[in-house]
């Protein structure tokens, strides 16, 4: 079968490579997504169902790693789960209305590369914009609504979940830190029901070698998501976004670049 022939492709080393990719992006403001996208490019693996449906399913182990780390949080109260159950309906209701949409710009490198680039130069300014958080710091219903509905911008590749969540949290006069855990927490739910839509969709192309690709991926972003997050709070809550910004704006440019000189990214 042609399925079966594409899959080969994605091979164990090529696997971990991917997951280690996603466990350090995951929860940078630079987009995972948009990382294993050109990662997947770079390698040479051939698109087909099986690695689209792979890209959205490896996330899943990444954020086993917030509840690992914020266990104690998960048990705060039932408003916790009200708040983050508010916070994922848009992404929730865009999803399932545009879905087939989305996965058909999933892997496209132009969308990455132009989202990469201005999502960067929104990122040099946010600390300038919102740098005055306020005392109480409290996540209310009306600003995990806000929250949500900053998160539905990130199903375009390439603009990144994390980046689009903290930066609707510091809209609403949280901290860098209580922002981007916010946006940990909220990945949660986001990236479960993802994964299992995209299961539902694609079970039925799954063996048993594609199933021990996916949890070695998932077990591998989980371990390198856990080391990353710890780094990324500390580093965030010192340094704030620029330099995220200016990495992004590099990126995103050298592929245009790279495009614009003929080489087709489409095929690496």
Same mark, same amino acid.
């Given at each position: ?7 080969? $492709? ?28 050109? $990662?997947? *490019? ?40 009200? *708040? ?5 309906? !848009? ?41 005055? !958080? ?38 609403? *006069? ?14 949660? !739910? $986001? ?25 070695? %991926? ?19 809550? *010192?340094? %704030? ?28």
């Amino acid at each position: 079968m042609i399925f079966i022939q594409q899959i080969e $492709t994605l091979s164990l080393i090529k696997v971990i490579i991917i997951a280690i990719v996603e466990g350090i992006t995951e929860f940078l403001p630079i987009s995972s997504t948009g990382h294993m996208v050109i $990662t997947e *490019k770079i390698l040479g693996i051939a698109s087909s169902e099986f690695t689209k449906a792979f890209i959205v399913n490896i996330q899943f182990g990444a954020i086993l790693s917030v509840v690992v780390l914020y266990w104690k949080r998960f048990f705060q109260s039932v408003n916790f789960y009200l *708040k983050l159950f508010v916070a994922f309906l !848009p992404a929730a209701i865009i999803g399932f209305l545009l879905g087939d949409f989305i996965d058909s710009i999933l892997e496209n490198v132009v969308v990455v590369a132009i989202s990469l680039f201005l999502g960067g130069i929104i990122l040099l300014f946010v600390d300038k914009w919102f740098n005055k !958080p306020s005392e109480k710091q409290e996540v209310t219903y009306k600003n995990a609504f806000i929250i949500g509905c900053f998160q539905v911008i990130a199903m375009i590749p390439g603009v990144s979940r994390s980046a689009a969540t903290i930066v609707g949290g510091m809209s609403r *006069k949280l901290s860098r830190k209580n922002a981007a855990e916010f946006s940990f927490f909220l990945a949660v !739910p $986001t990236m479960f029901a993802a994964t299992a839509y995209k299961l539902l969709k694609t079970y039925k192309s799954f063996n048993s070698d594609n199933i021990s690709l996916l949890v070695i %991926g998932n077990i591998v972003a989980f371990i390198v998501a856990m080391i990353a997050i710890k780094a990324f709070i500390g580093f965030l809550t *010192k340094y %704030g976004f620029k330099v995220f910004g200016y990495y992004r704006i590099l990126l995103g440019v050298s592929i245009l670049v790279l495009l614009a000189l003929g080489y087709d990214l489409s095929i690496i």
